[in-house]
């Protein structure tokens, strides 16, 4: 049972087949099993989980069961979820149990949904390869020497090993797309303002956006029905209408406009990469699809553009972990700057202090203009080239990752190295678009992901492209050791 | 471009950090790394560009001014490390 999709789970809890507690039960064992060695989960809710797939067997009893009634998912670790820890996997949060739900886990919980538990991540979303965690790095299911990417590595392992039929995630620079591309998943970013963001904590708040990760797309239209919406306690949340994301996935895609950025298609990828992308690219031609060439111009400043603005907007968000009213406090401070300082950098990992001091550089007096303005005047080229792009064609695809995953310790030594990793992800979250990695080859049996890039709002469009790719081939049903 | 120890330390003390000697030296070093590639930004002239703080452009939006909240404290304050009375406890401020 535990090898299906969500979209087939909810199908067969509909027709009796097996009940939700008999899944989240087969679900637990898995986790017991495996977790030890994936490291996917960092807090496990076994009694809550079983606890809610009781009540929607017993809802599904009365006739009062939904689409996403008794489903297993597992929410990233920086959902804030009531009662249970929630730790961005931060030595800094490890003690905190929300007093509070966010808005994604209380619609998921309004859906009936069974929460398997939280899933470990880079610390604070802060990396794309899942070793930052205070908890431990997460093994890539594929190959456990690798990373599964980042920051959402652990909701990508757990999908990959089928350890949930599904898990929120968040996207700031790359983070849900990169991590679906190096475990062979479906990872959809919506657009910037889709989904609320209360209770997510935050990162960098015009960046960051929750998003899904699944077996395919028909599962991450299923996911995003729920989690879609305006939300008065997020001013950031567009009060766009929503739609059934399910409603346009079995639309032909007869002339389907798809552009191929020049700038992705250049050195730096690796050309088995290239080869399988292309022969991606092909199938939508089979299927109706016309290809041309588009140019992202200002595309080789993307990365530059977000190391600026998400560090500076990380020093603020992470302003507010000062060992006062919650989180990791220092032994002994011997006065309040001291308690401030020692907590902070006690409890804070390197990568996170690194960036809240380029982002406090950048935003400090002096230097306001020349890095912090300059960056969110190349974001506005950066969207400008989309939209752009976005007059002669309907979707832009291209490589995730410029490679497969990498050995777990291999990028260690400079941090630029790891952030190039997210070289083609980085420009949509500063354009706001939405984005989705798909699972379209493996080159040395590791799995490799196309991005697919939409117009904002075109989530309904960037699934039907991606389902009726998914209902032609295979990969995304590929799992590894299968 | 590199940072200079000395900036080192400002920048840490503005984000309320701390960072013992060696700490200081790797963060000249990777701090440099980063900033050159920052730098790169400088090699496009926007002169004529107006800045993008949201992708969509949008502005704050505003509610009206009635009560909706209710108050919290003490369920929220058992989170704290040291409270008392509502209040929540930290060391003295020298000054």
Redesign the interface.
């Known amino acids: 049972m535990t090898e299906l999709g969500l979209a087939q789970i909810s199908r067969a809890l509909a027709n009796g087949e097996f009940s939700s507690l008999e899944l989240t039960q087969e679900y637990l064992r898995q986790i017991a099993s495996e977790n030890g060695d994936l490291n996917a989960f960092i807090t496990v809710c076994e009694e809550q989980a079983m606890a809610q797939a009781r009540a929607a067997d017993e809802a599904r009893s009365k006739g009062e069961a939904g689409p996403f009634s008794g489903i297993p998912i597992a929410h990233k670790d920086l959902f804030c979820t009531k009662g249970v820890r929630t730790s961005c996997a931060s030595k800094m949060l490890d003690n ?2 929300s ?1 509070y739900d966010a808005t994604v886990v209380e619609n998921f919980n309004r859906a009936g949904a069974v929460v398997l538990g939280k899933t470990n991540m880079d610390e604070f979303a802060m990396g794309s390869s899942n070793e930052t965690s205070f908890y431990g790095p997460v093994k890539n299911p594929w190959n456990r020497s690798l990373v599964p990417g980042g920051s959402s590595g652990g909701s990508a392992a757990a999908v990959a090993a089928r350890l949930c039929a599904g898990a929120t995630a968040t996207d700031t620079g790359g983070s849900i797309r990169q991590p679906a591309s190096f475990t062979g998943i479906t990872g959809l970013k919506p657009t ?2 889709r989904v609320s963001r209360w209770g997510m904590v935050a990162f960098a708040s ?1 960046l960051d956006q929750a998003g899904t990760m699944t077996q395919s797309a028909e599962d991450a239209a299923m996911m995003l029905n729920v989690m879609a919406g305006s939300d ?1 306690r997020d ?2 949340c567009s009060e766009a209408p929503t739609e059934d994301y399910t409603a346009s996935l079995d639309k032909p895609l007869n002339g389907l406009k798809i552009g191929l950025p020049v700038q992705h298609f250049s050195e730096g990828l690796n050309s088995d990469v290239e080869k399988v992308i292309r022969d991606a690219v092909a199938e939508f031609e089979k299927l109706g699809a016309t290809v041309k060439e588009v140019s992202l111009d ?1 595309s ?2 993307s ?3 977000y ?2 603005i998400a560090p500076a907007e990380a ?1 603020a968000n992470l ?1 507010r972990y ?5 989180g990791y ?1 220092c032994e002994n ?10 907590s ?2 006690e409890g ?1 990992g390197a990568e996170v ?2 960036r ?3 982002g ?3 935003l ?1 007096a002096g230097y306001y203009d ?2 912090y ?9 950066i ?1 400008n080239d989309f939209q752009r792009a976005f007059e002669d064609v309907d979707v832009i695809m291209g490589p995730t990752s410029p490679h497969t995953a990498f050995p777990i310790g291999s990028k260690n030594d ?3 190295t790891m ?1 190039l990793e997210d070289i083609y992800t980085i420009a949509v979250n ?4 939405p984005g989705m990695s798909i699972p379209v080859g493996l080159v040395n049996n590791l799995p490799i992901g196309l991005q697919i890039v939409g117009k ?1 709002f075109a989530e309904a469009q960037l699934l039907n492209v991606a389902h009726q790719f998914q209902l032609a081939t295979d990969w995304h049903k590929r799992a590894p050791g299968k | 471009m590199s ?1 200079a120890l000395s ?2 330390e400002n ?2 003390h ?6 013992s000697d060696q700490e200081k030296e790797e ?1 000249a070093k ?2 440099s ?12 002239n ?1 002169d004529e ?8 452009d ?1 502005v ?2 505003l ?1 009206v001014d009635e009560v909706t909240e209710s108050n ?1 404290r003490d ?8 409270s008392e009375e509502g209040l ?1 406890l ?5 000054e």
Request: positive net charge; without cysteine.
């Open positions: 905190f149990i007093p910037y303002g015009s008065p001013s950031t200002n080789h400043l990365v530059s553009a190391y600026v020093s302003s000062d060992g006062v009213r919650y406090r401070p011997s006065d309040l700057e001291d308690m401030y300082k020692r902070r950098s804070f202090k690194r809240i001091m380029v406090t550089y950048a400090s020349a890095y303005i300059k960056a969110q005047k190349i974001r506005r080229l969207k400079d941090p630029v952030y500063l354009a706001g678009l904002d | 940072i900036d080192v920048i840490a503005l984000a309320r950090l701390h960072l963060a990777s701090m790394n980063i900033l050159n590639l920052i730098d790169q930004m400088q090699s496009v926007t560009v107006q800045p993008l703080a949201h992708a969509f949008a704050q939006r509610r919290h369920e929220l304050q058992t989170l704290a490390p040291e929540f930290v060391p003295k401020v020298i």
